[in-house]
């Protein structure tokens, strides 16, 4: 199965500031790669697909970026709105596997 | 609007079935494949199994987790997604999601807005 790690686990921000969540694979999954944003209480919320497609309504200050095993998602002005925990996935091979999660936390 | 819907969670034995539905409307539900998704209590995403469409003859996948014991299937002619989960165990309990996949892309794109599955004695 092919691992996703991201970092970090947890971070804590300001609103206004730039963020820049990571994502490894443990083997290359080409441009399959999607991210979601999860609220508490609340189904996630597709946002990226493609490594840096944006889903219909997504705004653009979403972004995301990457190749072969190394990925990125940046939000570049956090808003209220925006503090959630990220997930990253991949869609290359079966099982379809996700990343463990990033928290972005108000500081 | 695209619209997914789940019903059927709720509180089951350790070794007992249950069996999840997963309602879908405003769009060709024929057109797409479709996964089941799940949340441990305060866990991550952890993808449960997939269902291909007609023409790819409803070929369907499993995690390893879930393999023998789950079976997902789908009617067309209702524009229905079903998770038949069963000899369930503890570490079964979660919130279970369908999920759209886009056509052409294998991404997903919509989700349900979930159903609690609580397996316990």
């Known amino acids: 199965d092919i691992q996703m790690t991201q970092s970090p686990s947890s971070l804590s921000a300001s609103v206004g500031d730039r963020v820049t969540i990571t994502c490894r694979a443990s083997q290359g999954i080409s441009y399959y790669l999607a991210w979601f944003q999860q609220k508490p209480g609340k189904a996630p919320k597709s946002l990226i697909y493609a490594v840096s497609s944006l889903q219909s309504g997504v705004p653009s200050k979403f972004s995301g970026s990457g190749s072969g095993t190394d990925f990125t998602l940046t939000i570049s002005s956090l808003e209220p709105e925006d503090f959630a925990t990220y997930y990253c996935?991949?869609?290359?091979?079966?099982?379809?596997?996700f990343g463990g999660g990033t928290k972005v936390e108000i500081k | 609007e695209v619209q997914l819907v789940e019903s059927g969670g709720g509180l089951v034995q350790p070794g007992g079935s249950l069996r999840l539905s997963c309602a879908a409307s405003g769009f060709t539900f024929s057109d797409h494949y479709m996964d089941w998704v799940r949340q441990a209590p305060g866990k991550g995403l952890e993808w449960v199994g997939r269902t291909k469409k007609k023409v790819n003859g409803y070929t369907t996948e499993y995690a390893a987790s879930v393999k023998g014991r789950f079976t997902i299937s789908r009617d067309d002619s209702k524009n229905s997604l079903y998770l038949q989960m069963n000899s369930l165990r503890t570490e079964d309990t979660a919130v279970y999601y369908c999920?759209?996949?886009?056509?052409?892309?294998?991404?997903?794109?919509?989700w349900g807005q979930g159903t609690l599955v609580t397996v316990s004695s």
């Open positions: 999920v759209r996949i886009y056509s052409s892309g294998f991404y997903y794109d919509y």
């Open positions: 996935q991949q869609y290359s091979t079966y099982p379809v596997t």
